[in-house]
């Protein structure tokens, strides 16, 4: 009989990725991030373990969405009060807080425990094509061809 080796947290290694994250798809930019996050890209991959690397998203001003999303798509909040909700347009969040909309749209694809929120905390997110962790030693992340789709031009 054989026995299933489980990993333990001392014998996990994490790294750290950029993403370069302009010009592709909001979504699939997020898939993407939160499977690194969560540590299925491992073979070490254990549901209830956080084995996931860390994740730098540049240019996050300059990320799309495709169809008409960039008008119709919109944000909601809550404050808890009756008639506090609160809604703002994707184009406007993009011009006000670009990482925002990719904050966001990550936490979403995470659990919604403590795991996640430690998952969460591995993610820095940049408008710009510049970030101060170089002391981390960020390798860029190679997409595979088939989760990139082919983008629409607007």
């Not at 499977?35 to 001003?61: E, F, M, Q």
């Not at 966001?104 to 510049?130: E, H, Q, S, T, W």
């Not at 970030?131 to 981390?136: C, D, E, F, K």
């Amino acid at each position: 009989m054989q026995k299933t080796w489980m990993p333990r947290e001392n014998d996990l290694e994490s790294k750290w990725y950029v993403i370069d994250a302009a010009g592709l798809p909001l979504g699939r930019v997020a898939s993407e991030v939160a499977r690194i996050l969560k540590g299925k890209h491992k073979p070490v991959y254990t549901p209830h373990l956080d084995t996931g690397d860390g994740v730098i998203v540049l240019n996050a001003a300059k990320v799309m969405l495709t169809g008409r999303k960039l008008s119709q798509k919109y944000y909601y909040r809550h404050s808890g009060y009756p008639g506090g909700i609160r809604k703002i347009r994707y184009d406007e969040l993009i011009t006000l807080e670009p990482q925002k909309a990719v904050y966001l749209a990550v936490k979403r694809m995470l659990p919604g425990n403590r795991l996640g929120r430690a998952m969460f905390k591995k993610l820095k997110v940049y408008p710009g094509d510049r970030h101060p962790h170089t002391a981390q030693q960020p390798s860029l992340w190679v997409y595979n061809a088939k989760r990139v789709a082919k983008q629409n031009t607007p």
